[in-house]
């Protein structure tokens, strides 16, 4: 138990859907954070955001969407998805967002996504 | 970013020490050394960083090479659950924790 929960562990959806992704984190932390693992592929950053506000897009295509209502909650939003975009997505966490060298990241167990 | 090089996979036997290396040649000052793992099917987790001086925490030892171009995680008995994708990665001093870049990392087996 990392502090950092993921909704769903699994999703499959069709091209056309619209779903979203949920993460929670019960750490008191300021930063959060969308990663994807593609099967044999590196993490890849997504997203990052301090204190509620985007900070990072790594050139994310649009329909991927993300969404942190507050600091405790961030959501993925996906619609028309691609049978590539079927990965594991990822969220982490982290007491800020700065100061790497004294913090860690903490992450979900991640929402396994299969696109058909 | 400075980039770190470690083998594909290692193998280890149970209640053995594994020293799994991480090259790292062209490490800035101010770039600190962490590991994290991938246990199957779980998201990463921390294990250890350090700067300069070796380090030790409950889950392993970080010995850091004099000239910082090189370290190596330490596990001083493996366990079955200790097989997972250990990942070395570097880091600037106050830097954004998404420059954490996780490359492929070493797989490492854990035989009975």
């Known amino acids: 138990e990392t502090g950092v929960t993921q909704t769903p562990r699994h999703l499959v959806m069709g091209m056309t859907n619209k779903k979203s992704l949920k993460c929670e984190q019960h750490l008191g932390h300021n930063a959060m954070y969308w990663y994807k693992q593609s099967a044999k592929k590196p993490l890849e950053l997504m997203f990052v955001y301090s204190l509620e506000e985007r900070v990072e897009n790594n050139s994310v295509p649009s329909r991927f969407s993300p969404e942190c209502p507050n600091s405790s909650h961030l959501f993925l939003h996906l619609h028309t998805l691609q049978p590539e975009d079927s990965a594991l997505y990822l969220c982490a966490s982290s007491q800020d967002e700065w100061g790497a060298n004294t913090g860690e990241l903490f992450f979900g167990e991640g929402s396994r996504l299969t696109v058909l | 970013d400075a980039k770190t090089t470690q083998p594909n996979s290692m193998e280890s036997n149970e209640e053995e020490p594994v020293h799994l290396p991480c090259n790292h040649s062209?490490?800035?000052?101010?770039?600190?050394i962490h590991w994290y793992r991938q246990l199957p099917s779980q998201g990463p987790e921390y294990v250890i960083h350090?700067?300069?001086s070796n380090v030790n925490n409950r889950m392993a030892s970080l010995a850091i090479a004099e000239d910082r171009k090189s370290s190596t995680l330490i596990l001083h008995r493996a366990t079955l659950r200790d097989a997972a994708v250990y990942y070395c990665?570097?880091?600037?001093?106050?830097?954004?924790?998404?420059?954490?870049?996780f490359g492929k990392g070493t797989k490492l087996s854990v035989k009975p």
């Open positions: 990665i570097l880091n600037m001093y106050g830097g954004s924790q998404g420059n954490l870049i």
């Open positions: 062209t490490i800035s000052g101010t770039d600190y």
């Open positions: 350090g700067l300069t």
